[in-house]
């Protein structure tokens, strides 16, 4: 279990800053964790004046430091709000800069984005932002390299999401990233969340009236989660639902805005990084016990989820032992 946090996460908050993807950072980063033994981060909010009115006049935010705490920060989440044609403060731009110059992580919700390109630092790096502002944000920033169909990117220490509720996508990806995929869950389930949506994941989703009075996936997808361990099938999964093959593969794309393989691979693979942090050392078990077959397998889907060999994923995410 993490103790408190060296880590330090600071959110520049501007004017006309949208609170929902402050109050995201906050439930994320900033929450005291008892259940998990503390604070995963070690969390600040600054801003560029003493009083800071938020998105169309909500309310005035106050009491927090100047932009001098960005100089310290690991992690630093930008501003963003819905007036993406009003310039960035020089300021705040400078400390965006500041930031990424000396190694920080740089985070950017939503039109967070507008902010990063402005300070300079996305020129021929991958990047989102919400789906309605990607021709602005293309012809503006053309050696941004913009996915605008996808719930966020992860570009190594420049993270961007697309709209609203992706920083929250976002923001659990790198509590995976960071503390694993056991914290990133128990988090999850704090916030009533789900626990992993690809970042490859489309923006939006159609979701179609039914037409009949129930065509959730959910008692499949419970059924194939205590199932990993089999080897199944998406015919599997269609049988279980009762439903062909080929409507299966719709309700995936209308419910998940993915396909039953790439979710049942998904799933496996984070049953393979759980099983990895509470210590298994035996990869014919870890590959057996998530069905990925083969331990080659189980290297090479690993490796590409998070960049670790299982031994550098064990080692990094697993409890030190007792001494």
Known sequence: MPQESSHRVVVIVDENSNPFELGCATEVFGLHRPEIGGHLYDFRLCSPTPDTIMRDGFFTLTGV???????????????????????????????????????????????????????????????????????????????????????????????????????????????????????????????????????????????????????????????????LDTPLTIADLAAHAAISPATLHRRFQAQLGTTPLAWLTGERVTLARRLLELGEKRLDVVARRTGLGTTAHLRTLLRRDTGLTPSQYRRRFSPAPAR
């Open 65 to 227: 430091t100047g932009l001098d705490a960005t100089e310290h920060a690991d992690t630093l989440i930008v501003p963003n709000r819905p007036d993406v044609d009003t310039p960035r403060r020089p300021d705040v731009l400078a400390a965006i800069r500041r930031a990424h110059a000396r190694g920080a992580r740089l985070v950017g919700f939503c039109s967070g984005a507008f902010t990063l390109a402005e300070a300079g630092v996305l020129d021929g790096r991958r990047a989102t932002a919400h789906w309605q502002w990607a021709d602005e944000f293309r012809t503006r920033f053309p050696s941004v390299r913009l996915e605008p169909d996808v719930l966020f990117v992860d570009d190594g220490d420049i993270l961007t999401s697309a709209g609203s509720a992706a920083a929250l996508d976002l923001g659990l990806h790198l509590v995976r990233r960071d503390h694993g995929a056991q914290i990133a869950t128990s988090v999850s389930r704090r916030l009533v969340f789900a626990a992993h949506r690809d970042g490859g994941q489309k923006q939006f989703v159609e979701r179609p009236v039914p037409h009949i009075p129930d065509e959730s996936l959910a008692p499949t997808l419970a059924w194939a989660q205590h199932h």
